[in-house]
């Protein structure tokens, strides 16, 4: 375990090292990825002043949801499953599986690495954001310690469920399909395009079994007070339920998987 650390330690220092010497190309990607909630948030608050609130969330909910969205949404940043079809077709993965650490442990620390220099990039946008929409966040200390955590867990799920969706290449050489249907799955059913509370009671109850809300909605609702004490930590057991079957999902699949590896080439 010691050594897995010295490993995540000395990955996460590449990676932030690797971004503050691309700092403005990370920045222009943030933005972007900012486009996406700064519209959802102003069709929102459009809706909740002309008909008022929608499932508890009105003007301040939604405003106060979308702002802290965008650094949940930083967070969640993991590795594409689209790119394990080139890694396997080109035979780029035949160095990772040489390598003594598990490539699973290196992207997830690589990615954790790259979000310290993410997050600092992200207060200059927060901040306007904020004085233009001005939020109302007033968290208690147990909602922000609780939010430190499922942010990370929060990520640990994304990057895992979307890990074991690339394996699926080792499978087939056409697996974007699958993956666009999960993407469109995570969109509906996580708070990503709205909070799951204004959608039909039904969404809610299935989005209650899959792993999507406890990685966008939960850790938001956590900051903004939409949760009881007892939610939160309801939440926060399903967070560490979902990061236990995603590696025990990832182990069993990973030992199939390299069973049938065979690079391509081009």
């Known amino acids: 375990m010691r050594k897995l650390l010295a490993v995540y330690a000395a990955e996460m220092k590449f990676a932030v090292a690797n971004q503050m010497q691309y ?7 943030l933005t972007g990825f900012l486009i996406e909630p ?3 948030l102003v069709v929102w608050r459009t809706v909740a002043e002309q008909g008022g609130p929608i499932g508890g969330y ?3 909910e939604f405003t106060s949801y979308y702002i802290v969205w965008t650094l949940v949404r930083n967070m969640n940043l993991a590795l594409a499953p689209g790119s394990w079809d080139y890694w396997i077709q080109s035979g780029r993965i035949s160095n990772d599986l040489m390598h003594p650490v598990a490539v699973y442990h290196r992207q997830l620390a690589g990615f954790a690495g790259f979000k310290f220099v993410w997050i600092l990039l992200w207060f200059p946008v927060a901040a306007v954001l904020s004085l233009i929409f001005k939020p109302e966040l007033s968290p208690t200390l147990l909602q922000g310690l609780v939010f430190f955590v499922a942010i990370w867990l929060g990520y640990i799920i994304r990057f895992s469920l979307l890990f074991l969706l690339g394996l699926i290449s080792f499978w087939t050489t056409r697996a974007q399909a699958l993956i666009e249907i999960m993407i469109g799955a995570e969109l509906l059913l996580s708070g990503r395009l709205v909070p799951l509370a204004v959608m039909p009671e039904w969404v809610e109850r299935l989005a209650g079994w899959l792993p999507f809300q406890w990685t966008f909605q939960y850790p938001i609702e956590v900051l903004i007070g ?6 939160v930590f309801i939440g926060l057991g399903m967070q560490f339920l979902w990061v236990g079957l995603m ?3 990832i182990v069993l699949t990973w030992r199939r998987a390299i069973k049938r ?4 080439g081009s």
Request: no cysteine; glycine share 8%.
């Open 23 to 29: 700092r403005w190309a990370a920045f222009f990607s």
């Open 226 to 231: 939409q949760l009881s004490n007892r939610d």
């Open 58 to 60: 009105g003007v301040a």
């Open 38 to 40: 700064v519209v959802y």
């Open 247 to 249: 590696t025990g999902a």
């Open 261 to 264: 590896y065979t690079a391509v």
